[in-house]
């Protein structure tokens, strides 16, 4: 219908997700803005004595404004009857009080002997309103272009008559990018005063560009003010702008565009039909009978642009950045239709099937694919249209075409030599290893491999290897990193096709794998495709079932592939932002997707009489009661939800939980957030069966069941929501100035239960995985990795403060020792472990210096002063951003250690180096401020107050050497 109906290119997203953080000048002022603005006018080849550039929000407004800024009240504007001033943007050109001058087109375009003809016509002054600016379009309302000529001879008449030029650029773009154009940028610089670069129709989320000479400029801002176009967040569009015109995006996607245009165009023709306009851009322009396009109207939106005298009505059919290139030929081989008919219904299809009430199928509603996808083509059988209603469709066939985003008979593809055998290997292992993931529907895809082993597809196994080669043996493999690229590639050829399940959980296993791999930014980005993919693919399922319930009650198990693919997206988004979630606005009870059916039912294909929705997770309801682990799915997602919440809380909330143990009131506001995430974490685990809580339950009992891994997910999530709930409000109560020994046993009400749940929980995250271990069903994930990476400070603090520690010392460091053990283990299977390992290593060397320097005098325990467990325990943090260094409170001092931060860098990356006061760098790798501030031991003020004691344990530790070297 337009070529704005999808949101932005993925490059553009990527972009403003980059840079989002970073804080920014408003209303256009910001760095992003500025390169934009630098890289158009090196496009245009002027310098900011030319011109001046302006963003603004959308086309209509863009018009308004450049239209407003040099008019005065009684000039008029010469126009095409068909131009978009005068026909789409409901009079805001006359709003302002400007007259439009309508003149007849020729092709779309206006000429030279009308724009004459309509100046003569108009000289009646003072009667009439004066002409003052001419108002085109490239490309024109119809699609056509202007040739340098025509643009010429125009431009030499408006200068000749005294009227300013103004070019509308929305699809300036695909008019760049035409066949026929012969024009620059620079030359649209030369002819116009005025014209502007769209961005709305070439990939961007919004947003204009507007050119102005600098001979009208000035004030040109106050009118953006004026007219509410002034945004204060301008950088949005100045990041998209930046985007566009770097690597010539912009360009590359508008002949994308027009290049899908031509094939459609050439189809049409092709099948008899006669097109209105010549294709010249991205718009198509079809005649046909009403009658015929009345009925197209019912499965497919677009304009019909005229009605004409015989029965006929002209058709507009647009193409975009967007518009999949496999789907266009698919529909140029009319293969997405997917009823066949005979002559007469019902057509073969249906009559298989034995569906009521045969009808051409929806493409948009088609259902949905498991994760195969490649099917074999035949080439279709074409016709001419022989009836008003023409052409018929005559064939089913899908065509595959070859690109080199699709490499599935390459050389470069090492999918081919892979045997049968080592991918249901692959896929076992996934089903283990990976049980948080659970969405493939294991018996139909094993049967798949086994039977017709080239239906599968192989970007879908390159992602699955990636991420379990680590755990399969044998030589005939190759290294993991070969098979995350090809994934890669692939999906990156493939992202802007029509939405598929496969392409979707591809790119939901490949986001695991970057994560694991120490690249969680590329990982977060992969998980938000799939997980906008998803959500297109359930919105058409959602549909069929609407329409078809018979159909679609046959495809009940591709459904719950869906379904189940969404809430492992959630799931992983949760994972993946730390506290800050993105993906999903609605809150879980809000979300209108059903949760997963239970293992069994999904596996055997039986579907319940009511599937549980988010809202029934709650003790109110019968179904959501004693969920087993056979709806661990269902556990795993909501136990990430709460996860995530209660992150963000300890995250956004920790200086203020101060007031949690100086303030008994129940009624403060932050006490009333603590209190309710509790409840929901108590009621979420109060519905889970008996056998799924450890320890009551053994973790044998499920790895015999082979569940033993989404029993370790369960149990991980709860501990962890535990840890970080209540850590805070520990540490809250510690005094300034007294010792950790004495904080552990004074008489706080809060106190006792706080530090027993976090001993406890910290005790079963380990307990948990070497059971595991012990059973030969290890995990060793990122996430779990995380649990023990967080668990592990909680142990080392019960080394040195074990007063309250169930087991005493004594079975605090050989909780730490196991804890160690396990991530340096991970740390050599996951790139990701590497700096938790690095960072414990570091951290226990600290507290073993605590514990060796300083000893309680009455108790004979190790009791530090003012040594605190918390701070930053959150090394995970937001992923989408380098963690930064922490700057001292207003008014602080550095402490006694003599070093300072350099001033902060304008860079988006800041300056992370560590001075003395004298000027000499501090030794050590260049990240060692960036590592040093995420240890979880220091908390906010450790650069501020340490007495003598421990300051000196700094400089003995060699930490800070006045000889600066790190050992």
């Known amino acids: 219908m337009d070529d704005y109906s999808e949101g932005a290119h993925p490059q553009i997203l990527e972009a403003l997700l980059r840079t989002n953080s970073t804080q920014q000048v408003s209303y256009g002022n910001d760095e992003y803005s500025d390169a934009a603005r630098r890289m158009i006018r090196e496009r245009i080849d002027c310098g900011e004595d030319d011109a001046d550039i302006f963003f603004v929000p ?37 709003a302002t009080g400007h007259k439009l001058i309508l003149v007849p087109a020729v092709d779309g375009k206006m000429t030279t002997t009308n724009l004459q003809k309509a100046l003569q016509q108009n000289q009646f002054f003072p009667h009439m309103a004066k002409p003052r600016l001419l108002y085109i379009s490239n490309a024109s309302e119809t699609g056509t272009v202007y040739t340098k000529r025509e643009l010429t001879n125009l431009s030499a008449l408006c200068k000749k008559s005294n009227l300013l030029l103004l070019v509308d650029g929305a699809r300036i773009g695909t008019a760049m990018c035409s066949k026929k154009n012969d024009m620059t940028l620079r030359d649209i610089f030369e002819f116009a005063d005025i014209f502007w670069i769209g961005g709305t129709k070439a990939g961007a989320l919004m947003g204009e560009a507007i050119v102005v000479k600098k001979a009208i400029a000035e004030g040109f801002v106050f009118h953006l003010k004026q007219h509410g176009a002034l945004l204060a967040k301008g950088r949005i569009m100045g990041v998209q702008f930046m985007e566009l015109f770097k690597n010539d995006l912009f360009f590359t996607l508008a002949t994308h565009a027009n290049t899908m245009a031509e094939k459609i165009s050439a189809n049409f023709e092709e099948l008899g039909y006669q097109l209105a306009a010549e294709t010249e851009t991205n718009q198509v322009f079809i005649t046909m009978p009403q009658q015929l396009a009345q009925r197209l109207q019912d499965r497919f939106r677009f304009y019909i642009w005229d009605q004409l005298d015989d029965g006929q009505v002209v058709v507009r059919v647009v193409t975009s950045w967007a518009t999949d290139e496999l789907q266009v030929d698919k529909f140029n081989a009319r293969a997405k239709v997917k009823c066949v008919h005979d002559g007469s219904p019902p057509c073969r299809r249906c009559q298989r099937l034995k569906a009521q009430g045969c009808a051409l199928t929806d493409p948009r509603v088609s259902r949905p694919e498991k994760p195969k996808g490649k099917a074999k083509s035949a080439p279709p059988r074409k016709r001419k249209a022989t009836s008003d209603l023409s052409p018929t469709v005559e064939s089913d066939h899908s065509i595959r075409r070859a690109t080199p985003g699709n490499l599935v008979d390459s050389q470069e593809n090492p999918i081919s030599a892979l045997s049968q055998a080592t991918v249901i290997s692959a896929v076992e292992t996934y089903r283990k290893k990976f049980p948080v993931a659970n969405f493939l529907h294991y018996p139909s895809l094993i049967s798949d491999i086994s039977s017709n082993f080239e239906s599968i597809e192989p970007i879908f196994i390159a992602a699955l290897l990636s991420l379990c080669r680590r755990f399969m043996a044998g030589d005939s493999l190759g290294d993991e990193e070969i098979y995350a690229d090809y994934a890669r590639s692939n999906l990156a050829h493939r992202v802007l096709e029509a939405p598929s399940l496969y392409l979707a959980q591809s790119l939901v296993i490949i986001s695991f794998y970057e994560w694991g791999t120490g690249r969680p930014y590329q990982a977060w980005m992969y998980s938000g495709m799939a997980t906008y993919m998803i959500q297109s693919l359930l919105k058409m399922a959602d549909d069929s079932m609407e329409h078809n319930p018979q159909e679609f009650h046959a495809s009940q198990t591709q459904y719950e592939q869906l379904v189940r693919t969404y809430w492992v997206c959630f799931a992983q988004d949760c994972e993946l932002s730390s506290g800050a979630r993105q993906h999903f606005a609605l809150s879980f009870s809000h979300i209108s997707v059903p949760l997963p059916i239970s293992d069994r039912d999904f596996t055997f294909n039986q579907v319940p009489e009511r599937r549980l929705m988010p809202a029934d997770m709650n003790k109110q309801c019968s179904l959501a009661r004693n969920l087993t ?65 450890y320890p009551d339950t053994a973790a044998q009992a499920h790895v015999s069941l082979g569940y033993g891994e989404l029993f370790a997910y369960i149990n991980l999530l709860y501990y962890m929501s535990i840890l970080f709930l209540h850590r805070d409000r520990f540490l809250s109560n510690l005094k300034p100035h007294s010792d950790v020994f004495h904080d552990m046993n004074h008489d706080d009400q809060h106190e006792p239960y706080t530090i027993k749940q976090l001993f406890e929980a910290a005790q079963n995250i380990g307990g948990v995985l070497s059971a595991l271990e012990n059973s030969e069903a290890a995990v060793m994930t990122p996430y779990s990795g995380f649990s023990v990476f967080v668990a592990v400070h909680i142990n080392m ?99 006694s250690h003599n ?45 501020a107050g340490f007495d003598a004691g421990l300051d000196g344990l700094w400089h003995n530790s060699g930490l800070f050497d006045p000889n600066p070297s790190l050992r």
């Open 58 to 94: 959308s086309g209509t407004s863009a018009n308004l404004i450049s239209i407003a800024s040099c008019l005065r009240p009684y000039e008029a504007v010469i126009t095409l009857e068909s131009g978009h001033i005068a026909c789409k943007e409901a009079g805001a050109i006359e």
């Open 629 to 693: 682990i056979e709806h661990g799915l269902t556990i795993v997602t909501r136990g990430f939800d709460i996860f995530v919440r209660i992150l963000r809380f300890a995250n956004e909330h920790r200086r203020a939980l101060a007031s949690l143990a100086s303030d008994d009131s129940e009624s403060s506001p932050l006490h009333r957030d603590w209190q309710r995430l509790k409840e929901e974490l108590d009621e979420w685990r109060l519905l889970q069966d008996r056998t799924v809580r």
């Open 797 to 895: 603090y019960g080394t040195i403060a074990p007063a309250r520690y169930p087991g005493g010392v004594e079975r605090a460091e050989e909780e730490k020792s196991q804890n160690l053990a396990y991530l340096e283990r991970l740390s050599k299977l996951w790139p990701v472990g590497r700096s938790w390992w690095r960072t414990v290593q570091e951290a226990n060397r600290f507290y073993e210096t605590v514990k060796n320097s300083q000893t309680h005098p009455e108790s004979g325990m190790h009791s530090p002063r003012r040594f605190a467990l918390a701070g930053t325990l959150d090394e995970y943090g937001d992923i989408r951003a380098r963690p930064r260094a922490m700057s001292a409170e207003p008014g602080s001092t550095q402490g």
């Open 899 to 943: 070093i300072h931060r350099a001033a902060s860098s304008p860079s988006l990356e800041g300056d992370n180096s560590l001075f003395y006061r004298d000027g000499t760098a501090l030794a050590g790798h260049p990240d060692f401020e960036t590592d040093m501030f995420q240890w979880p031991f220091i908390d906010a003020s450790w650069a």
